[in-house]
């Protein structure tokens, strides 16, 4: 064989280099058109001003910004305030969706944990059980939650007649509604990532822990979580991304009370009375807390990946 020859691919080399660049070509076509391209519009939108009647007029401003974080008065005149109303918003939203993330993660984990433990036949069926109702349109199970927790609905009359509570549970229009269906929307995205981590797991690390005399939940934490943790941080991330900009299910399940961002965002831009610009600025400062979040766990994951190495 020839000096330098490989019978097989080279990590130093790339014979397909050319044709590895054609081929990208339309999928980065498509994502700047359909990903790269809305933002940079919504970022150009964010500075621009409201017109009265609906639209934008483009002229330069940074009002959008001062109106989501000052008040400055009826008329505008007044020293600037913090807008508390937008922050809190921000700030439940935040919170909602960690609150479900949590939740998502304690139902989760041992279910994924569980399909990924029975036998290869069965696997697929468990994970097909799990993913069908997905099938269904995300607005038309909201809507199937909420008749189900409705103060008349089969949850209370159920409790009623087996004589648990004597008058309804009130719980629609409440935090805990959220929860409950942005836990029920965005499950799956919580155990598929941790599914997949598990079945790559070794479980003769865990049977060499247990001959060592370490206890199920020592050889829990100190073996299995660490080995499956970059699936841990994926499906967290996956549930708490789109939650954070979730509106269906506050709109639906959580009523004015329960206000969320994306239900501020999505009111911007229904009908002529919208404000454009604001819910552009909005929607930049929701991504921009987006993109932290993740630099930040990306930046975790780099640091535990260098010290294992």
């Known amino acids: 064989m020839a000096a330098g020859a490989t019978s097989g691919g080279s990590a130093t080399t790339d014979t397909y280099k050319e044709a590895r660049t054609w081929l990208l070509l339309p999928s980065w076509v498509t994502l700047s058109i359909l990903v790269l391209a809305p933002?940079?519009?919504?970022?150009?939108?964010?500075?621009?001003?409201?017109?009265?009647?609906?639209?934008?007029?483009w002229e330069f401003s940074l009002s959008a910004y001062d109106q989501f974080f000052f008040d400055r008065g009826l008329f505008g005149d007044e020293p600037p305030k913090l807008e508390w109303t937008y922050i809190s918003i921000f700030w439940?939203?935040?919170?909602?969706?960690?609150?479900?993330?949590?939740?998502?993660?304690?139902?989760?984990?041992?279910?994924?944990?569980?399909?990924?433990?029975?036998?290869?036949?069965?696997?697929?069926?468990?994970?097909?059980?799990?993913?069908?109702?997905?099938?269904?349109?995300l607005l038309i199970r909201t809507v199937s939650m909420k008749f189900l927790l409705r103060d008349q609905g089969p949850?209370?009359?159920?409790?009623?007649?087996?004589?648990?509570?004597?008058?309804?549970?009130?719980?629609?229009?409440?935090?805990?509604?959220?929860?409950l269906g942005l836990f029920y929307s965005y499950l799956p995205f919580m155990v598929l990532p941790i599914y997949a981590a598990v079945?790559?797991?070794?479980?003769?690390?865990?049977?060499?822990?247990?001959?060592?005399?370490?206890?199920?939940?020592?050889?829990?934490?100190?073996?299995?979580?660490?080995?499956?943790?970059p699936g841990v941080i994926a499906g967290c991330i996956l549930v708490f991304v789109p939650s954070m900009g979730s509106f269906l299910a506050p709109d639906l399940l959580g009523g004015a009370k329960n206000f969320m961002i994306g239900s501020l965002i999505e009111e911007q831009f229904k009908g002529n009375a919208g404000n454009w610009p604001f819910g552009a600025a909005a929607s930049m400062i929701l991504l921009s807390m987006v993109l932290i979040?993740?630099?930040f766990s990306a930046?975790?994951?780099?640091?535990?990946?260098?010290?294992?190495?």
């Open 199 to 229: 079945e790559r797991y070794n479980f003769s690390l865990s049977e060499a822990a247990a001959d060592l005399y370490a206890s199920k939940l020592t050889t829990l934490r100190r073996v299995v979580l660490p080995a499956i943790k």
């Open 92 to 137: 439940r939203s935040i919170w909602q969706a960690g609150v479900a993330t949590l939740l998502s993660l304690a139902i989760g984990f041992p279910t994924a944990y569980f399909i990924a433990t029975r036998s290869e036949e069965m696997r697929p069926v468990w994970v097909f059980l799990i993913t069908i109702p997905y099938w269904v349109n």
């Open 293 to 295: 979040i993740l630099m």
């Open 299 to 309: 930046r975790q994951q780099a640091k535990a990946d260098k010290a294992e190495g």
């Open 155 to 179: 949850l209370n009359d159920f409790l009623i007649n087996i004589g648990l509570i004597d008058s309804p549970l009130h719980i629609v229009n409440t935090n805990f509604a959220v929860q």
């Open 39 to 57: 933002v940079i519009m919504m970022l150009i939108y964010s500075f621009l001003t409201k017109e009265f009647r609906g639209g934008v007029i």
